[in-house]
């Protein structure tokens, strides 16, 4: 064997050795750190952006160092990312090499120590109570679409929360919802009786049709009886939202923002929210605090004689 095939056969090892430990990292992923799939979907391509950027540089993972990574933050900044993307990726990275490290592929992690970009708090878009009575009180609407806008406001559910939910996950006499949410952690949420009685007309039309019922179907179906994705229910939000002519971009994750607010805005402690949302840390939550800062600044400058 020449020295060109021995160079060849070493650089098809590495890159067969490379792709065996990029397959090893998303099961990784995915058993040890319960990924969402959505999570996983931006982490994959936020691998595939570092792993590109490396090939430019005749680089792989296995052999560099702090500055390679503050290189690729660098250019990332360029590019004139968000700071949040940016900040998914380098936690992407970060959670790469920490695999590496207890799989002992590396044995230096060119990331110990480093400190991440801080995102940007923005304050989050949510509905007015007039914007979310409008939605809510929609005529003309099927009776699933009807209880997927009263469920998304009554709990505050990340739209994959609420795809994924089966009938058995609603106590229909205790009030409650079991949610599983990220890292496949699961609570218990309060749901309100307006939203049940939705829920209920909307299963009750189902057997009228004659679908096939058990308490392990999924609680949203689409039109061909099979499980609502998470692209069409945002659909639908969409298609609703301009019905009810309200001019903000409707998302379900802006309903979450409107569920968190309106419930802070009427006196639910801030503790209780986290709890209701799911949030793994305070300050996540803290933004909605914000929010209604902010609305009480309005009602303040707008009826305090003194005010201005």
């Given at each position: 064997?020449?020295?060109?095939?021995?160079?060849?056969?070493?650089?098809?090892?590495?890159?067969?050795?490379?792709?065996?430990?990029?397959?090893?990292?998303?099961?990784?992923?995915?058993?040890?750190?319960?990924?969402?799939?959505?999570?996983?979907?931006?982490?994959?391509?936020?691998?595939?952006?570092?792993?590109?950027?490396?090939?430019?540089?005749?680089?792989?993972?296995?052999?560099?160092?702090?500055?390679?990574?503050?290189?690729?933050?660098?250019?990332?900044?360029?590019?004139?990312?968000?700071?949040?993307?940016?900040?998914?990726?380098?936690?992407?990275?970060?959670?790469?090499?920490?695999?590496?490290?207890?799989?002992?592929?590396?044995?230096?992690?060119?990331?110990?120590?480093?400190?991440?970009?801080?995102?940007?708090?923005?304050?989050?878009?949510?509905?007015?109570?007039?914007?979310?009575?409008?939605?809510?009180?929609?005529?003309?609407?099927?009776?699933?679409?009807?209880?997927?806008?009263?469920?998304?406001?009554?709990?505050?559910?990340?739209?994959?929360?609420?795809?994924?939910?089966?009938?058995?996950n609603i106590d229909f006499i205790s009030n409650t919802i079991i949610v599983r949410g990220k890292g496949k952690k699961e609570r218990i949420v309060p749901v309100g009786n307006t939203c049940l009685g939705a829920i209920r007309n909307y299963i009750n039309e189902r057997r009228d049709f004659g679908f096939s019922y058990s308490t392990d179907s999924p609680v949203f179906l689409n039109s061909n009886a099979k499980r609502l994705n998470q692209r069409t229910a945002r659909r639908v939000l969409r298609k609703l939202s301009i019905k009810a002519n309200i001019k903000k971009k409707v998302s379900p994750h802006t309903l979450r923002h409107t569920f968190a607010t309106h419930i802070l805005d009427n006196g639910c402690d801030i503790r209780s929210v986290q709890e209701m949302l799911g949030h793994k840390n305070l300050s996540t939550t803290q933004i909605y605090t914000h929010v209604t800062i902010e609305s009480l600044k309005k009602v303040y400058n707008k009826t305090h004689p003194r005010a201005k």
């Amino acid at each position: 064997m020449d020295q060109n095939d021995k160079n060849s056969k070493i650089k098809n090892d590495r890159a067969t050795e490379i792709e065996s430990i990029k397959y090893s990292l998303k099961k990784y992923l995915i058993a040890e750190r319960n990924f969402s799939s959505h999570t996983l979907r931006a982490y994959t391509r936020d691998f595939l952006d570092f792993e590109l950027f490396l090939k430019k540089k005749q680089l792989t993972f296995l052999n560099i160092d702090r500055r390679i990574i503050r290189e690729f933050l660098e250019e990332l900044n360029n590019k004139k990312l968000s700071k949040a993307t940016i900040a998914r990726k380098f936690a992407a990275i970060r959670s790469f090499y920490k695999f590496l490290i207890i799989n002992n592929i590396v044995k230096e992690n060119p990331m110990k120590e480093m400190k991440g970009p801080k995102k940007d708090k923005k304050v989050p878009v949510f509905l007015t109570e007039d914007e979310t009575q409008k939605l809510l009180s929609l005529q003309n609407i099927t009776l699933r679409d009807r209880a997927i806008i009263e469920l998304l406001y009554s709990c505050g559910l990340r739209i994959e929360e609420l795809t994924s939910l089966n009938i058995k996950n609603i106590d229909f006499i205790s009030n409650t919802i079991i949610v599983r949410g990220k890292g496949k952690k699961e609570r218990i949420v309060p749901v309100g009786n307006t939203c049940l009685g939705a829920i209920r007309n909307y299963i009750n039309e189902r057997r009228d049709f004659g679908f096939s019922y058990s308490t392990d179907s999924p609680v949203f179906l689409n039109s061909n009886a099979k499980r609502l994705n998470q692209r069409t229910a945002r659909r639908v939000l969409r298609k609703l939202s301009i019905k009810a002519n309200i001019k903000k971009k409707v998302s379900p994750h802006t309903l979450r923002h409107t569920f968190a607010t309106h419930i802070l805005d009427n006196g639910c402690d801030i503790r209780s929210v986290q709890e209701m949302l799911g949030h793994k840390n305070l300050s996540t939550t803290q933004i909605y605090t914000h929010v209604t800062i902010e609305s009480l600044k309005k009602v303040y400058n707008k009826t305090h004689p003194r005010a201005k």
